[in-house]
Structures are given as structure tokens and as C-alpha cells.
């Protein structure tokens, strides 16, 4: 099991690493997600996770059905994941199983060594950006 601290890394770049991990069969557990980092305008980072959000075409209820989209940092990162995965084989489903992803750390992996990926830091400090629990507090109003 490989602990990996995802404090100061860029989404995209996290994600893919360790969705090569997951399918050569390793278990990964990403702890501190609300501190991985979204490169871009935070505001047209919003709009486009708002957009998932609230355009909902229905004539029903959309709270009990879908499309169902992520809103915390844990969830969020989780789904980037899955998308860089097969998914609709039983090989990625499998893979995906073996991820585990938590905000902060829990008290069982605080004395577990964590890794950092050098691939995934965030090279330029001059871009804009945004944390994925910055992107939860504008998400969910708070």
C-alpha cells in the first residue's frame, strides 16, 4: 500500500500517475485532497463545475436520479481518477477499487511514511490557481 500526499500537486498529473499505479495492480491511498491543486482562473474553474451542477434538462426530479455529480474535494478527486481509467472494463473497475482518497489524514496513516510524486508538483507558482477545498467552499456556498 503506498501512501501519497497530495499536498501542493495538480490534479491532472496526480491523477494520472496513480491511475497507472491502479492498474499494474498497487493500492494507493491519497491523503489531504482538499489541498490538490486546479490549475487555471478559479473563476472559470467554478463556472465549469457549476455548470455540471445546476443545468439540469428535466421534467422529474433530478435529486433521485442522475447525472450526479461530485462537490467534495475527496469525491472530486476520486472521479478524476476514474476518468483516466477503462471504466467500462472490468480491469478499471477492479483498479478503481484499489484507491482510496481522504481529506486531511486519518489517525491510522499519520505514522505511515507518505510519498511524493515529483511528476505531479506544480512547476510555475505564476499560474493561477485553485485547491480542490476552495473549489468545494464555492461549490457549496460555505
Known amino acids: 500500500m503506498t501512501v501519497v500526499d497530495g499536498e501542493g500537486m495538480v490534479a491532472g498529473r496526480l491523477a494520472s500517475v496513480i ?3 491502479l492498474l499494474n495492480g498497487e493500492r494507493i491511498v491519497v491523503v489531504n485532497a482538499e489541498k490538490i491543486i486546479i490549475t487555471g482562473k478559479p ?4 463556472e465549469k463545475y457549476m455548470k455540471r451542477i445546476s443545468e439540469w434538462r428535466t421534467y ?3 435529486e433521485k436520479r442522475g447525472p450526479k455529480y461530485p462537490r467534495r474535494p475527496d469525491r472530486l478527486f476520486k472521479r478524476i481518477v476514474r476518468g ?3 471504466w467500462k472494463k472490468s480491469r478499471g ?4 477499487k484499489r484507491l482510496k482518497v481522504y481529506v486531511g489524514v486519518p489517525e491510522e496513516l499519520e505514522s505511515v ?6 511528476e505531479a508538483f506544480l512547476r510555475n ?4 490557481r485553485m485547491t480542490l477545498g476552495e473549489l468545494h467552499k464555492a461549490l457549496t456556498g460555505g
Do not use: S
Open 19 to 21: 491511475a497507472k499505479k
Open 43 to 46: 473563476r472559470r474553474i467554478i
Open 60 to 62: 422529474y426530479n433530478p
Open 125 to 128: 507558482e505564476n499560474i493561477p
Open 84 to 86: 483516466m481509467l477503462p
Open 93 to 96: 473497475r477492479e483498479a478503481f
Open 113 to 118: 511514511k507518505k510519498v511524493k510524486i515529483k
